[in-house]
């Protein structure tokens, strides 16, 4: 019963899946691409197989960056939002700034952190993720916290409850679903700006790099499979902040 | 001794501002205790302010209002009074038993007798199944009860309620009526009761206090006159037909006179 449901919902997007990379594969033999125009998924399977350890040695480069960045960024963003619904002019100046900084790609600011530290130094890219993060955690943990029903809170003020506890049995489970909601964004947003970062210089150790540097020396099937192992560091992030969710919040909200 | 005593009580929104609101003036009540009275009137006559100013989440402009003896600040302090309102106002990422533990936890109430308060209360609303599920799992009228339930936690002596049930459909909406009736029987609970619906405001008062608009004001206090515990037969009583016209009279009274001075709002 189980399996079949499970083949039901998950046997077309498979399927087209599948389909899609034998139309690939298909195409460039069928038409004989160039291997600089497109490659045969075939030949970046047996690439990222063959020079796995290096995709991996990369991914654990930019994975780490990405991960100390969400971290570091979740826990600026939550502790800055609590201040922000605390003190109502604070939140007045930070909150507009917060939202238009999300709408611009602040992480070229990396070329410029890249100056303040050593040409090595993997500090620079996991600030620049640290502060992508922070944004989007900040501006939706903040609308948790104040956005709640003012029933609640007529509620709470006819059961003589402090500002404190409001905040705990009140404000802070409303922001808990707002939390996550930021980490599903926030997660694959802190590996792609991990990856981005690395254009602008530093080590040529992470993902980024690599893709970079083997397309300008036109090894496209190797490009190819550090591509295919950014997709699989960008999923690894989202299905672990998706899993994360549904740990926490086992059952105790309308999913 | 009466459970609430309302002396002389104005209530202006904004004063000083271009959008004062004169919200209620000189209102005088008294509810005795165990008694069961509603306000009435149209929208923006007052009747919410009048409830939560009982309640003390307003202040008042100028007036008293005491509860139990004490003012209502005290009244609040102490947890004197429960209260619902029209959304049940659940807490979704608590279990319904922790949504009716909620006023007993803030007293600082240890584990066990919460749990054993809670599930007592289940027993009252006759949903003792539902102590472990969400309250998105529940229907509108069962989620209204739990709100109930929640709110006489703690047996307060007062309950003030701001149209419960004006979401929810009409059977359903009977059906609670009896329920209140019954469960504010069981507990000895004062009600002060906000609606704008004529048959449940006489169906459940002793005394409906009819209000008008602008500023709030009491036109008209209803004595029911209702004798012995409610039933299905009250809603055919001559005596039920009679202060349902009694209180559309008030009601009446009043719309006639704004169409005399040209303010017909309806």
């Known amino acids: 019963m189980m399996i079949a449901r499970l083949a039901r919902r998950t046997g077309p997007p498979v399927a087209f899946g599948v389909g899609f990379l034998a139309f690939w594969e298909w195409a460039v033999r069928f038409f004989e691409l160039k291997p600089y125009f497109l490659t045969a998924p075939s030949v970046i399977w047996s690439q990222f197989t063959d020079a796995f350890g290096l995709v991996r040695g990369a991914a654990t480069v930019s994975g780490g960056n990405a991960f100390v960045g969400l971290v570091a960024g979740t826990i600026l963003g939550i502790v800055m939002s609590f201040a922000l619904s605390r003190w109502r002019l604070l939140n007045q100046i930070v909150t507009p700034l917060a939202v238009a900084l999300n709408a611009i790609p602040i992480f070229v600011l990396v070329a410029v952190l890249n100056n303040m530290y050593s040409i090595t130094s993997e500090i620079p890219r996991r600030i620049m993720v640290a502060l992508v993060v922070y944004f989007i955690v900040l501006v939706n943990v903040a609308r948790g916290l104040t956005q709640v029903s003012a029933t609640h809170v007529e509620l709470m003020r006819s059961y003589a409850a402090s500002d404190v506890s409001i905040l705990l049995k009140v404000r802070v489970p409303n922001a808990v679903p707002f939390l996550f909601t930021a980490l599903k964004v926030a997660a694959p947003a802190a590996v792609i700006t991990a990856f981005v970062s690395e254009y602008f210089g530093g080590s040529q150790n992470g993902l980024g790099s690599r893709i970079a540097s083997n397309i300008a020396n036109s090894k496209n099937a190797a490009a190819w499979s550090y591509v295919l192992g950014a997709c699989l560091l960008g999923l690894l992030f989202y299905s672990v902040s998706v899993l994360l969710e549904n740990v926490v919040r086992r059952g105790g909200g309308r999913q | ?266």
């Open chain 2, 1 to 266: 001794m009466s459970a609430v005593t309302i002396r002389h009580l104005d209530k202006t929104f904004n004063a000083g501002k271009a959008n004062e609101v004169h919200a209620l003036s000189g209102i005088d009540l008294d509810v005795a205790s165990g008694e069961f009275v509603s306000l009435i009137g149209p929208s923006g006559c007052g009747k919410s302010t009048l409830l939560r100013l009982v309640a003390h989440l307003l202040e008042p402009t100028n007036g008293d209002v005491t509860v139990n003896g004490k003012s209502a600040a005290q009244a609040r302090l102490d947890q004197d009074y429960g209260m619902a309102f029209q959304q049940a106002g659940l807490f979704e990422w608590r279990t319904v038993r922790k949504n009716i533990e909620l006023p007993l936890e803030l007293k600082g109430w240890d584990k066990t007798r919460r749990r054993e308060r809670a599930n007592e209360m289940l027993e009252l609303v006759k949903l003792p199944e539902f102590g472990d599920h969400h309250p998105w799992q529940l229907s509108g009228g069962m989620q209204q009860r739990i709100a109930i339930a929640r709110a006489l936690a703690a047996h307060p002596q007062l309950l003030l309620m701001d149209e419960p049930f004006g979401a929810l459909d009409e059977m359903t909406r009977e059906y609670m009526q009896g329920e209140l009736l019954r469960i504010c029987a069981e507990t000895k609970t004062t009600v002060l009761f906000v609606t704008h619906s004529i048959p449940e405001a006489v169906y459940l008062s002793q005394r409906v206090v009819v209000m008008s608009p602008r500023p709030g004001r009491i036109t008209k206090i209803v004595d029911v006159g209702l004798t012995g515990p409610r039933s299905e037969d009250t809603r055919n009583a001559e005596s039920f037909f009679r202060a349902i016209t009694a209180v559309r009279e008030g009601l009446r009274g009043m719309h006639a006179a704004h169409v005399a001075m040209g303010m017909d709002d309806r």
